[in-house]
């Protein structure tokens, strides 16, 4: 199925290629178009990197690549607060992956997946430049600091009664 941009997301497509292109190359707004096509589509499946490459004209190679590199993308449909975990080395050594698993237990699913509701997809994540705090997590938008396990049903509760969806990045 051929995806197309909104007339408001071309707008905003041409106005940074106008102002970031360099030497007539999209390069530069690829990461943005990709925010637009996730938010307007959901997830960026193999059409909507087709319509950023099409529409930046770039190689579908490229898109592809910046796509699966940041983790912020979505490839896949997803909860829609994404809960991301950090387990690199400040976390881990502050029982990061206990805490991983007490997300994976109160939400009934495991890291990469999405509950049944929609609500939540978890996500084990590099480190998110927050170690003075580890073990921590972003959860949409907000960050999650010093997590104790038994800390982790009460942090769904109140993010069940006010949700952190994926913030306006452009
Ligand atoms: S290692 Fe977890 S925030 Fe840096």
Known sequence: MSLEFSADAQQKIAALRER?????SAKPVVMAALHLAQKEHGHLSDDALKLVARTLDLPYAHVYGVATFYTMYKR???????IRMCTNISCMLRDGYAVLEAFEKALGVKKGESTKDGAFHLVEEECIAACANA???IAGTQYLLDIKPGQVPEIIEQLRKKPHPEGEVV
């Open 135 to 137: 073990p921590c997590a």
């Open 20 to 24: 970031y292109a360099v030497s007539g």
């Open 76 to 82: 896949e449909p997803s909860g829609a607060t994404t």
